[in-house]
């Protein structure tokens, strides 16, 4: 699929930002320029989704280069089939976790890749569909599993854990000051009835903190469906041992781009790259160094955020950074 060119002021990637079902993929043009995706490499997208970004990467890589989609979701494979009709034989879909990318990898014979991308945020398909429990502005299940064919929902989340743990998720997970008083009444109204939906939610946050808070205006539930879905999802363990397996993917002068879209896990993003990226890691009062450590990857550029123009097409873009390293050759 070749680019295409518009009116003055359009961009070639203004005809490929839009994923299957509308979906729009954050800095397309920042991800592809800081990826570098080039023809005959091997690719991994661990974040499929709405199939934006891939699209991106598949185009650059041909002739014979490959690409490995993952995502948790098993729906996404709806938006993988007509992206994959374009590339015969290029590109391959695997439903799981990005954390399990080398066993993905090592299924289509490759021990190293030349380039990962994990965009963090969650897909606007999956908030947009009611049955899937991710917003409190539809009425649907609790449930905020991305894969849907494993592990507990919202709902028996918060239906079988005490208050103590519910206040930490509140509060770690979602950042939320008020978590106690939540949790608290949480607790107090599983035992009169069962929650598990949506709006019940809601409307019991909204109702113990009232509907305004803050100079930012937020819904009062919030954070609240945001540590939910955090902890339903393990989404920061997954950051975790996501980027801990793509620094061992990459092939030398291969690149790792993470999108994220909070504080949270840019914080473990950071870091990790920070710890890859030194060279001895020894306590500063110990006068040579002991611990061997030797740096694997270099930061490429700078931390980059979404255009006011992007930010103003598409909000979700807002809060977004964009990271990147380079695996050393000699590493």
């Keep these: 699929m070749s ?3 518009g009116d003055a002021g359009t961009s070639p990637f203004d005809n490929h930002a839009f994923g299957q079902s509308g979906h729009v993929s954050v800095m397309p043009r920042e991800v592809i320029e800081s990826l570098a ?3 005959g490499g091997v690719y991994i997208d661990g974040t499929f989704g709405g199939s934006g970004h ?6 650059r890589i041909q002739p014979n280069g490959t690409l490995i989609c993952i995502d948790r979701d098993a729906e996404t494979r709806a938006n993988f089939e007509p992206l994959a009709a374009l590339y015969p034989g290029s590109l391959h879909f695997v439903h799981g976790s990005y954390a399990d990318m080398k066993r993905a990898a090592a299924r289509y014979g490759f021990e190293h890749v030349d380039g990962i991308l994990l965009d963090l945020g969650f ?5 947009d569909d009611p049955q899937r429990g991710f917003s409190f502005m539809h009425e649907g299940p609790l449930d905020m599993r991305y894969d849907q064919t494993q592990g507990i929902t919202a709902a028996e989340l918060i239906a079988t854990v005490d208050e103590d743990e519910l206040t930490r998720i509140l509060y770690q997970y979602g950042e939320e000051t008020r978590a106690r008083k939540i949790a608290r009444v949480i607790i107090r109204e599983r035992d009169r009835r069962k929650i598990e939906y949506t709006h019940q939610l809601a409307n019991m946050v909204e109702w113990t903190v009232g509907p305004k808070h ?6 009062p539930a919030t954070k609240t469906f945001q540590a939910l879905r955090i902890a339903v999802n ?8 996501g980027i801990q397996a793509a620094l061992g993917l990459l092939a030398p002068g291969g690149r790792l781009a993470v999108i994220s879209f909070h504080s949270l896990e840019d914080r473990i993003v950071k870091q990790a790259f920070v710890d890859a990226s030194r060279g001895c890691i020894c306590p500063r009062d110990v006068p040579v160094c002991i611990c061997g450590h030797v740096a694997t990857v ?3 550029g700078k931390d980059v955020r979404a255009s006011a123009e992007e930010v103003a097409a598409n909000p979700r873009a807002r809060s977004a950074r964009l990271r990147v390293v380079e695996r050393l050759s000699d590493a």
């Excluded at 803050?214 to 819904?219: A, E, P, Q, V, Y």
């Excluded at 393990?234 to 041992?241: A, F, I, P, W």
Aim: charged fraction near 30%; glycine fraction near 6%; aromatic fraction near 0%.
């Design 54 to 59: 891939s699209r991106l990467i598949a185009e």
């Design 37 to 39: 995706p080039m023809p």
């Design 123 to 127: 897909s606007s398909i999956q908030i």
């Design 3 to 5: 680019e295409q060119t």
């Design 234 to 241: 393990d989404e920061l363990g997954e950051v975790e041992r």
């Design 214 to 219: 803050g100079s930012k205006r937020l819904h």
């Design 298 to 300: 270099a930061r490429v």
